[in-house]
């Protein structure tokens, strides 16, 4: 069982930023892939952003190319997803999730585990 706890969401003006974190229970950390997805009311979540067992590799949904950074800290069982330049659009409750298979894919039903969710509320 893998525990996923998320935080750093809030409300931030438009043009500002963000960190978000995701704190991961378990020893093998290392071994899974890590995604970020989003979801606002009455839509599929969406991927945002994936990242590799090692952090060497990432992946980023066209939408939030070149504002957001995905990253992992192994020895700390936490992967982040920095978001500069945020617009209204972005608001959304973001997920982190964790694919066991150690894959980071765009495709929401590969991952195995998803944290409970913090509000991203961007203001125009």
């Known amino acids: 069982q893998v525990q996923l706890v998320e935080s750093g969401g809030g409300l931030v003006q438009a043009g500002g930023s963000l960190s978000l974190s995701c704190a991961a229970s378990g020893r093998t950390f290392s071994s899974y892939g890590m995604g970020w997805f989003r979801q606002v009311p009455g839509k599929v979540r969406e991927f945002v952003a994936g990242?590799?067992?090692?952090?060497?590799?990432?992946s980023y949904a066209d939408s939030i190319k070149g504002r957001f950074t995905i990253s992992r800290d192994n020895a700390k069982n936490t992967v982040y997803l920095r978001m500069n330049s945020l617009k209204p659009e972005d608001t959304a409750v973001y997920y982190c999730s964790a694919d066991l298979a150690g894959a980071y894919r765009s495709t929401l039903f590969r991952y195995d585990y998803w944290g409970q969710g913090t509000q991203v509320t961007v203001s125009s």
């Open positions: 990242i590799s067992r090692s952090g060497d590799r990432t």
